[in-house]
């Protein structure tokens, strides 16, 4: 019978772990005090409409990994940045500020799910001479995060993006770095064909974040390698007891 030595158990547990890295192939996850969510591919853009964003620091996107925002604008420290909110009469803007109804920190509130479609939302448009919109999050301490999901609009003349990326700042040279680019999803029903009311129990009411339409920038899932086989060589047979 052939008996392993410890030294090739050794030698096939690295290549377990080598194969194993090479499969997972990226990150599972990225630390940073300011992450960004960046919507681009518009085509022609009116704004951007997002009804909902959730940071979680586990690929896995469940439920138990989700991370709070604390905006300080509803008494807590992170710090929430835009590229631009939409304003449909600058003179009324500059007298009474931006429409509540549209503050990008709507999409961050505890409330708010997949299926609030018709309630608060956030109007993104981009900076002068840029093709992009984004949300920018500063945290007062560093944040693992393995999974943002962002829920937008329908399609129709209410523009979605075709592309969504997310962004971190590096924690040594405080540039901004790119984590994952993913296609952008959204409720397939074309504005203008239903109501907001009969959408909402159409899409996304009933699964929450796992609905189809909801876009999940995930990093790597975790995978460990397997266990190595034990380093002790094996038992030999016994031999039977002599007469």
């Given at each position: 019978m052939q008996i392993r030595s410890s030294r090739d158990e050794r030698?096939?547990?690295?290549?377990?772990?080598?194969?194993?890295?090479?499969?997972?192939?990226?990150?599972?996850?990225?630390?940073?005090?300011a992450f960004r969510i960046i919507g681009s591919g518009f085509g022609n853009l009116t704004w951007w409409k997002v009804h909902a964003i959730r940071l979680l620091s586990h690929a896995s996107c469940g439920e138990e990994?989700?991370?709070?925002?604390?905006?300080?604008?509803?008494?807590?420290?992170?710090?929430?940045?835009?590229?631009?909110?939409?304003?449909?009469?600058?003179?009324?803007?500059?007298?009474?500020?931006?429409?509540?109804?549209?503050?990008?920190?709507?999409?961050?509130?505890?409330?708010?799910?997949?299926?609030s479609l018709k309630d608060a939302y956030w109007a993104g448009i981009p900076q002068a001479n840029e093709n992009t919109v984004w949300l920018q999050l500063d945290f007062a301490e560093a944040q693992t995060v393995g999974c943002v999901q962002v829920?937008?609009?329908?399609?129709?003349?209410?523009?979605?993006?075709?592309?969504?990326?997310?962004?971190?700042?590096?924690?040594?040279?405080?540039?901004?770095?790119?984590?994952?680019?993913?296609?952008?999803?959204?409720?397939?029903?074309?504005?203008?064909?239903?109501?907001?009311?009969?959408?909402?129990?159409?899409?996304?009411?009933?699964?929450?974040?796992?609905?189809?339409?909801?876009?999940?920038?995930r990093l790597a899932l975790e995978l460990l390698p397997p266990a190595p086989p034990s380093t002790s060589p094996s038992t030999p047979p016994s031999m039977p007891p002599s007469t």
């Amino acid at each position: 019978m052939q008996i392993r030595s410890s030294r090739d158990e050794r030698m096939r547990a690295a290549i377990l772990i080598l194969s194993a890295t090479a499969i997972v192939g990226q990150r599972t996850n990225v630390t940073s005090r300011a992450f960004r969510i960046i919507g681009s591919g518009f085509g022609n853009l009116t704004w951007w409409k997002v009804h909902a964003i959730r940071l979680l620091s586990h690929a896995s996107c469940g439920e138990e990994w989700s991370i709070p925002t604390n905006l300080d604008s509803r008494g807590g420290t992170t710090m929430l940045q835009s590229s631009g909110t939409y304003c449909g009469n600058a003179v009324f803007c500059s007298f009474f500020g931006i429409n509540p109804q549209i503050d990008p920190a709507n999409v961050f509130d505890v409330a708010q799910g997949p299926a609030s479609l018709k309630d608060a939302y956030w109007a993104g448009i981009p900076q002068a001479n840029e093709n992009t919109v984004w949300l920018q999050l500063d945290f007062a301490e560093a944040q693992t995060v393995g999974c943002v999901q962002v829920f937008q609009g329908r399609s129709g003349p209410i523009k979605i993006a075709s592309t969504l990326s997310l962004q971190a700042k590096t924690m040594d040279t405080d540039e901004w770095e790119e984590v994952v680019t993913v296609a952008g999803r959204s409720c397939p029903i074309p504005y203008g064909t239903i109501s907001d009311d009969i959408l909402i129990n159409n899409c996304c009411a009933a699964d929450a974040w796992e609905c189809t339409a909801v876009t999940n920038l995930r990093l790597a899932l975790e995978l460990l390698p397997p266990a190595p086989p034990s380093t002790s060589p094996s038992t030999p047979p016994s031999m039977p007891p002599s007469t």
